[in-house]
């Protein structure tokens, strides 16, 4: 089970979600909480290396990991992978990263958001071309800002998908107050 987006789409929200309800995360806990993400970042750092080395994917069965988006076109053939692919309004994942970089004192990168914002669109539909190609990936698409609307509806979607979870703990899980880059300024 994997948890995919653009950064700063909602992916730690739904791995706590998924935890919630009953499925342990494959982490490694080595990106501390911090104002951007106060519950975790629920990272594993192998998983970040998957283009080279994907040896880590033996650990993974009946836990949730957190996979960027782009890394899931490195997935290897021999294991069945099912995806929640976490989708957020191109202006809002933008307006996060921006407030992120500057609370860390990081220079953005030096691309108009116009142009990033059309390189992540182009970069979520190679995704989903790859996806479509492959048996062996199925992948539910999930909006942040629908988990934040109807936390119940989304988590029980969720829970669907991946098997059965605990929906009550699932919406639980999730912290309104968090949703702070917010589309409209």
Avoid at 17 to 43: H, Q, S, W
Avoid at 60 to 72: Q, T
Avoid at 81 to 104: F, I, N, T
Wanted: net charge neutral.
């Amino acid at each position: 089970m994997m948890v995919s987006g653009l950064p700063r789409s909602g992916t730690s929200m739904m791995m706590q979600m998924i935890v919630a309800g009953g499925v342990p995360a494959l982490t490694d806990e080595k990106r501390p909480c911090d104002e951007d993400n106060p519950r975790g970042y629920f990272e594993f750092e192998p998983a970040k290396r998957t283009r080279d080395d994907a040896s880590w994917l033996q650990h993974a069965p009946g836990r949730v990991v957190k996979l960027v988006h782009l890394l899931l076109l490195s997935l290897p053939a021999g294991y069945t992978y099912r995806v929640v692919m976490m989708r957020r309004d191109l202006e809002e994942v933008l307006r996060s990263q921006a407030v992120m970089l500057e609370r860390q004192g990081k220079k953005g990168a030096a691309v108009s958001s116009d142009i990033l914002a059309r390189t992540y669109k182009q970069q979520l539909e190679g995704v989903e071309q790859m996806v479509a190609k492959r048996p062996d990936i199925t992948m539910i698409d999930v909006d942040y800002a629908d988990v934040i609307a109807s936390p119940r509806a989304q988590a029980e979607r969720v829970s669907v998908f991946l098997g059965g979870l605990d929906v009550d703990a699932m919406v639980d899980a999730v912290d309104t107050t968090l949703y702070r880059q917010r589309g409209g300024g």
